[in-house]
């Protein structure tokens, strides 16, 4: 649960979130549009079933539009799936790796600010500073 939280905070700092908002609402409006256009496409579900497939460019092929509108809203549908499927994943990894970046500088920093009190240091923490070091050997070699 805490992931999706994570992802929504991002999503919705980053801005992708209204542009989410408004795929879902295009995937809504254009199931109410074919179901009004198709004759193959009787209920909304229908609608947005076909539109989920369509957008995720699945496309199972147990509905069929066959007007030129139903054509041209299965064109636009696919297009932005793609879109979605393409930048969401891309704006979460970026900004992970951004935040992971962030977090590597403060505890780059607080390292060194503890090496800059070196003589002040317990020897509770001079060993927490030696095991830290042991770690980061052993993360480098693994590399």
Known sequence: MKAWKRCYKV????????????FLLFLCAAAAA???LEPDIDTFGDGLWYCFVAA????FGDLCVTTGLGR?????TAMYGILMTAMVPGVVVSYYMEYLKIREKETI???LEKLERLPELSKEELEQISQRVRE???KK???
Not at 56 to 59: A, N, Q, V
Not at 72 to 76: K, P
């Open 136 to 138: 980061f050997d052993k």
């Open 34 to 36: 074919l179901t009004v």
């Open 72 to 76: 041209i809203i299965t064109v636009f």
């Open 11 to 22: 999503l919705r700092r980053t801005g992708t979130l209204k542009i989410f908002i408004s």
């Open 109 to 111: 920093s607080i390292f």
């Open 141 to 143: 070699l693994n590399k």
């Open 56 to 59: 995720t460019t699945i496309g």
